[in-house]
């Protein structure tokens, strides 16, 4: 479905006032905030295929009905989520279920929208189901590093046609996660497995364009549960450093051993010129892919910290230099309120990090001052920023609750009137 227009601007002229209030002791004594919702508005988070179904786990799923059945639904679902927020556009598309049929037209299709295409994912960790007669390998065992050769090169030919899938739509980036690993000891060689992974690697990364990214995600457990062959920042940094400038590290907030802390790991990887990319979830467990913020904001807000201090050192543009996506999957919410609240949650923890005072917290460092270091950053975390992050979608065109305006226009019971209540996304 497509968002009139004019319900936005309803939606706004009737929370304008209320808003007003609150914005104004910002915009009338807070000197930073005009470039704060500047670099709001600038914040792009993409959007991926496969978090606009109702995600599942292993013991069920419970689709909401009104699922995008196609890449075109799929792209006209981060439309509408766009059309609210103003901070969803772009699309990361997961090769083979979002395959464009015609390329031109899926591109005009998402510039309708005003979405771009973000980094396209392969899929090595299950077997696609083949026509009959197909002599599609298995990788039960693994896929880049797998021992039988033959295995290795179905997955290598696979990110390549991702790649390419991923030209044809104007994504400049390919993100690889691996499943591969072993679930008990003696499974498998290291050493070897690195080696042939690192092999596979390098001829994925000789197919990519001159002007095109590759990440290196890592997980440390799930679905291998005694090793994973990319398990830690530490190993993809080392893969990311062997296969050459063009490959990065990508961090899944949800794939660290419980209580790593994930600022420090994203502080001395962006200070090695090696972070390419962010997944955004959160989790209290393990990989639990909870709404982002949900659990741990004051950890979001600590990451996001180190972002803009590694950023700024290294005079990156927030924007446009590192890759940042949602990684999310749910059971028991419907999926586009989910990723308006993701959205939501790290724009306020973008903009509180904003407003840390660099300069007396640097002070407050060099005098071992912790108690007043400590404070420094709690009192950013404690400002309600919402108002910015409002104003923010306000100035680029969307609502100022995109959630209650999402409830007032029952989008989602209009979604299951087009598309049924049985439907079910591809992807998951
Ligand atoms: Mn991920």
Same mark, same amino acid.
Not at 263 to 283: P, R, T, Y
Not at 413 to 421: D, P
């Given at each position: 479905?497509?968002?009139?227009?004019?319900?936005?601007?309803?939606?706004?002229?009737?929370?304008?006032?209320?808003?007003?209030?609150?914005?104004?002791?910002?915009?009338?004594?807070?000197?930073?905030?005009?470039?704060?919702?500047?670099?709001?508005?600038?914040?792009?988070?993409?959007?991926? /295929?496969? %978090? #606009?179904?109702?995600?599942?786990?292993?013991?069920?799923? &419970? =689709? $909401?009905?009104?699922?995008? @059945?196609?890449?075109?639904?799929?792209?006209?679902?981060?439309?509408?989520?766009?059309?609210?927020?103003?901070?969803?556009?772009?699309?990361?598309?997961?090769?083979?279920?979002?395959?464009?049929?015609?390329?031109?037209?899926?591109?005009?299709?998402?510039?309708?929208?005003?979405?771009?295409?973000?980094?396209?994912?392969?899929?090595?960790?299950?077997?696609?189901?083949?026509?009959?007669?197909?002599?599609?390998?298995?990788?039960?065992?693994?896929?880049?590093?797998?021992?039988?050769?033959?295995?290795?090169?179905?997955?290598?030919?696979?990110?390549?046609?991702?790649?390419?899938?991923?030209?044809?739509?104007? /994504?400049? %980036? #390919?993100?690889?996660?691996?499943?591969?690993?072993?679930? &008990? =000891? $003696?499974?498998?060689?290291? @050493?070897?497995?690195?080696?042939?992974?690192?092999?596979?690697?390098?001829?994925?990364?000789?197919?990519?364009?001159?002007?095109?990214?590759?990440?290196?995600?890592?997980?440390?457990?799930?679905?291998?549960?005694?090793?994973?062959?990319?398990?830690?920042?530490?190993?993809?940094?080392?893969?990311?450093?062997?296969?050459?400038?063009?490959?990065?590290?990508?961090?899944?907030?949800?794939?660290?051993?419980?209580?790593?802390?994930?600022?420090?790991?994203?502080?001395?990887?962006?200070?090695?010129?090696?972070?390419?990319?962010?997944?955004?979830?959160?989790?209290?467990?393990?990989?639990?892919?909870?709404?982002?913020?949900?659990?741990?904001?004051?950890?979001?807000?600590?990451?996001?910290?180190?972002?803009?201090?590694?950023?700024?050192?290294?005079?990156?543009?927030?924007?446009?230099?590192?890759?940042?996506?949602?990684?999310?999957?749910?059971?028991?919410?419907?999926?586009?309120?989910?990723?308006?609240?993701?959205?939501?949650?790290?724009?306020?923890?973008?903009?509180?990090?904003?407003?840390?005072?660099?300069?007396?917290?640097?002070?407050?460092?060099?005098?071992?001052?912790?108690?007043?270091?400590?404070?420094?950053?709690?009192?950013?975390?404690?400002?309600?920023?919402?108002?910015?992050?409002?104003?923010?979608?306000?100035?680029?065109?969307?609502?100022?609750?995109?959630?209650?305006?999402?409830?007032?226009?029952?989008?989602?019971?209009?979604?299951?009137?087009?598309?049924?209540?049985?439907?079910?996304?591809?992807?998951?």
């Amino acid at each position: 479905m497509n968002l009139n227009p004019d319900f936005i601007a309803d939606h706004n002229a009737a929370g304008q006032t209320q808003h007003q209030r609150k914005l104004s002791p910002w915009t009338d004594s807070v000197e930073q905030a005009e470039a704060v919702i500047q670099k709001l508005v600038d914040f792009q988070i993409a959007i991926p /295929s496969w %978090a #606009l179904g109702t995600g599942g786990t292993r013991f069920g799923r &419970f =689709p $909401g009905g009104g699922e995008p @059945r196609s890449l075109e639904e799929k792209i006209a679902d981060v439309g509408l989520l766009h059309a609210l927020n103003r901070a969803s556009g772009a699309i990361s598309l997961h090769i083979p279920w979002d395959i464009p049929t015609d390329p031109q037209a899926t591109k005009q299709l998402a510039a309708s929208y005003g979405l771009a295409f973000d980094a396209v994912n392969s899929n090595t960790f299950q077997d696609q189901p083949g026509e009959p007669g197909d002599s599609q390998l298995s990788y039960k065992f693994g896929s880049l590093q797998h021992v039988d050769p033959a295995v290795r090169r179905q997955a290598i030919d696979h990110n390549i046609e991702v790649i390419r899938h991923g030209v044809s739509l104007g /994504s400049k %980036a #390919l993100t690889v996660w691996l499943s591969d690993g072993s679930c &008990f =000891p $003696g499974q498998l060689n290291f @050493r070897k497995a690195f080696e042939r992974t690192l092999s596979s690697l390098q001829d994925i990364y000789a197919a990519l364009p001159d002007d095109w990214k590759v990440f290196v995600e890592y997980k440390a457990f799930e679905p291998n549960f005694y090793s994973m062959t990319v398990g830690d920042w530490g190993s993809s940094y080392l893969y990311a450093n062997k296969l050459g400038p063009k490959a990065y590290t990508l961090v899944d907030l949800g794939h660290h051993l419980p209580n790593a802390n994930i600022e420090q790991i994203v502080a001395i990887l962006l200070n090695e010129g090696k972070l390419g990319g962010f997944h955004f979830n959160d989790s209290k467990y393990g990989d639990d892919d909870l709404t982002a913020g949900s659990i741990k904001p004051y950890q979001l807000f600590l990451i996001f910290n180190e972002l803009i201090d590694g950023m700024d050192a290294r005079q990156m543009n927030h924007a446009q230099d590192l890759g940042w996506m949602i990684d999310a999957s749910h059971n028991v919410k419907d999926p586009l309120e989910d990723l308006l609240q993701s959205v939501e949650a790290i724009q306020l923890a973008y903009a509180q990090a904003l407003l840390v005072d660099r300069a007396a917290l640097d002070e407050a460092r060099d005098a071992n001052d912790v108690v007043r270091a400590q404070e420094i950053l709690q009192d950013a975390f404690r400002t309600d920023v919402r108002p910015l992050v409002a104003e923010a979608r306000l100035r680029a065109g969307g609502a100022l609750n995109p959630l209650a305006l999402f409830r007032q226009l029952t989008v989602r019971q209009q979604l299951i009137g087009e598309r049924g209540a049985k439907t079910v996304a591809t992807g998951l």
